[in-house]
């Protein structure tokens, strides 16, 4: 997205309509362009030469502030859950109340921080297109290959492996906790995970350095987000595989420069686990 005189023009009459402009406060020699929210300046800035799309850097500490709040969130949802199991609830209460404490609180972090950055259309990079239909499955697709790769490397080294799914057994399972799992698994977590760490985390730590390495660090963090010390040295194995997940989602956001085709990958990905575990075939 590039700097348009009659953007500006709307933006110097007072038309706040969000959009990169000339910055304010560059000099005349490097003149640069800043994100305007809507409401007032964000810090988000670039070259005046550099055409721009809405794939735009989000500062660093939002992106680590939404970070630490979702592992904050985690932890603190095994110890809820832990502390609530003598109730005698049904078992689906105990999910919603799973994914409320630990999704709900770095939502309510990145609606207050991004907000300041932009519009709500900044979170996914972009609208929506009909060949996201087509992209997505393709994403789905580098995703198997890439834990396919990495499951015969630390098949070949031994390195530990426990899968986060391994527990699920369809046959003990009560029908209402099942719909749960998979609204919560194919829905609820690839919306909320993309839109966190490829919306946020990936655009905020595009201004410490080149794509590559923004791809690489937020796809580390998306595999150790989902590590669990009950599994103990199997998180291994399984932190490795989700950080390669991890970066093919965000190398597709990257490309792409929107989430919609990582999301859907993600929810194909989640859906079809899901399946094989409750199946028995996993």
């Known amino acids: 997205m590039v700097v348009a005189d009659d953007r500006q023009a709307d933006h110097e009459?007072?038309?706040?309509?969000?959009?990169?402009?000339?910055d304010p406060w560059s000099s005349s020699r490097r003149p640069n362009v800043r994100w305007w929210n809507g409401t007032g300046w964000t810090t988000s800035v670039a070259p005046l030469d550099q055409p721009r799309d809405e794939?735009?850097?989000?500062?660093?500490r939002t992106g680590?502030?939404?970070?630490?709040t979702l592992v904050v969130?985690?932890?603190g949802s095994r110890f809820l859950i832990e502390a609530l199991v003598d109730f005698d609830w049904p078992i689906v209460v105990f999910v919603a109340i799973g994914a409320l404490s630990g999704y709900g609180p770095p939502v309510i972090v990145a609606l207050r921080l991004v907000r300041r950055e932009g519009s709500p259309r900044f979170w996914f990079a972009g609208r929506w297109r009909v060949s996201d239909l087509g992209w997505g499955p393709l994403t789905w697709l580098a995703c198997v290959v890439g834990q396919i790769l990495a499951a015969l490397v630390i098949e070949a080294t031994g390195i530990p492996f426990t899968g986060n799914i391994e527990d699920l057994d369809?046959?003990?399972?009560?029908?209402?906790?099942?719909?749960?799992?998979l609204v919560i698994g194919v829905i609820v977590a690839p919306?909320?995970?993309?839109?966190l760490f490829r919306g946020i985390v990936l655009r905020s730590f595009l201004s410490?350095?080149?794509w590559w390495f923004a791809v690489s660090?937020?796809?580390i963090f998306f595999g150790l987000v989902h590590a669990d010390p009950a599994r103990g040295s199997g998180n291994i194995g399984l932190v490795i595989i989700l950080t390669v997940v991890g970066v093919v989602l965000g190398g597709s956001t990257w490309l792409l420069r929107r989430i919609w085709p990582a999301m859907i990958a993600h929810g194909i990905l989640n859906a079809v686990a899901l399946t094989l575990a409750l199946s028995g075939w996993s």
């Open 13 to 22: 009459a007072g038309r706040v309509v969000p959009g990169w402009y000339r």
């Open 55 to 60: 794939f735009a850097p989000v500062p660093v």
């Open 64 to 68: 680590l502030l939404v970070l630490a």
């Open 73 to 75: 969130s985690l932890i």
């Open 170 to 181: 369809s046959g003990d399972l009560p029908r209402d906790y099942l719909l749960s799992i």
């Open 191 to 195: 919306v909320v995970e993309e839109v």
């Open 208 to 210: 410490l350095g080149s």
């Open 217 to 219: 660090l937020q796809g």
